[in-house]
Structure formats: C-alpha cells, structure tokens
C-alpha cells in the first residue's frame, strides 16, 4: 500500500495492454505467396464489426491502415493506435484535415474538407481489402496531389452528379485532368463479383453514398464467414 502511495505521488501511470503477434503489415509480408480468400474475408469482416463498433459509439478512428491493424496466430483482429481518433455528434463542426494516413485518406479530406464524419473511416476498407489481397497498396501516394491523381487515375475524376457539391471544395481545380475509370477487377483480379461490389461500395467518392460499416457486416462478400469465430473488440 506504501508502494503503491508513492507511485501516486510521482505521477507515474502504468498502462497494461494486450499482446498480440503483429500487425497486419507485417503478417502479408511474412506470409509466403498470397493470402488465403478465406483469411481476407475474415480480416476484412472483423475490420468492419470493430470499425462499425467504435462508429455506433461515436468515434471515429481517423487513421485505419495495415499498420493499425493487430492480428494473432490464430486469426483474430483487432483495430488499434487510437492516437488520431475523434468523438463526432451533430452538428459537425470543422475538424483538422491532418489526419488519415496519406494512402489511406479519403477524397473529401485530401480536397480540403473540414466537416466529415465516420465514412473517412469506411473508404480505408477499400484499400486494406485490396492490400491484403494483392500485396501491394492500392493509392501509394508521395504527396496530397500525387494521392489525389492516383485516385482519378482508378477511378475517374469524381462529377457533381456522383458528388454533389465536390467543385466546391477548397482544393477542387477545374483543371484536374480527365481520366477514364479502370475496372476494380484489373486492381485486385482474385476478388469475386462480390468483393468487387464491396469494395466499390466503400469507393464511392460522395460519403454519403457510402456504406456504412454496420451495413457492410451484412454484405454478400462475408456470407462464408463464421462470424462468431472471433470476437474483434
């Protein structure tokens, strides 16, 4: 009881937390060739209970990427480095634009949007699912524009009838060039009509066209799944 009266006194605080094995990162790259359909699917589906968890509870997380990611030997993840994460409730007041990992950060933040809401954590779904299945990241951007032109070169650059509003924002530049939109197959090829539709549900360049990480749990992509195998909190 001393002890611990004097560990009081000098302002120490100790923090205890789980062990896990590595981070998603490191688990592609010790893996030997692709990873398994069955393990992206379940990474992905307990990405999206843990993300949809934190969302209902109203905080967004701000900065999903591999690295962030923890995994064990046995197939579990869960989501951590919360150092970024935000409490949100309406209204939506301005928030910093420094945050997200450059590769992972989502359209409305790199054009300069300062009023944004838990889909900035859905888009990063996307270029996980597709790390995880090709190796290689989906937007390997070396700077904001660099990350920007990497997105229109996939996808198109984005129209006010898929985006309303988007030339309106900050950055938004009438002259961004004018590239055409590349098949999502061509991206990740391993990914069946179903992945493919997931990932283009969480590609969607309007946040509030979306899906919502609650919604997504139920998705066709995740039906072969057990999940309750693992429990992702």
């Given amino acids: 009881a001393a002890a611990s009266r004097r560990e009081l ?31 992206v699917k379940s990474f992905s589906y307990q990405l999206v209970k843990g993300l949809a968890f934190c969302h209902s509870r109203g905080v967004m997380h701000r900065d999903l990427k591999p690295q962030n990611l923890l995994v064990t030997a046995d197939g579990r993840l869960k989501l951590a480095d919360f150092g970024l994460a935000r409490a949100f409730c309406p209204p939506i007041r301005p928030l ?15 054009l300069g949007s300062t009023t944004y ?15 995880m299945v090709t190796k290689r990241p989906m937007f390997p951007g070396d700077c904001e524009i660099d990350e920007i032109y990497k997105i229109f070169r996939m996808l198109g650059p984005p129209d006010e009838k898929q985006w309303p509003s988007c030339t309106a924002l900050q950055d938004w530049n009438p002259a961004f060039p004018q590239w055409p939109r590349l098949s999502l197959k061509s991206v990740a090829p391993r990914l069946d009509e179903q992945g493919i539709s997931l990932l283009e549900a969480t590609l969607m360049y309007d946040p509030k066209a979306r899906i919502a990480a609650c919604e997504a749990m139920n998705h066709p992509f995740f039906d072969s799944v057990d999940k309750n195998a693992h429990n992702t909190l």
């Fill in 9 to 39: 006194t000098t302002g120490r605080l100790y923090l205890i937390f789980e062990f896990l094995d590595a981070d998603l990162k490191r688990h592609l790259d010790k893996t030997p060739g692709p990873l398994p359909m069955d393990q």
């Fill in 96 to 110: 910093t634009h420094e945050v997200v990992t450059l590769w992972y950060r989502p359209p409305e933040i790199l």
């Fill in 117 to 131: 809401a838990p889909p900035v954590d859905v888009w990063a779904i996307g270029p996980i699912i597709v790390e």
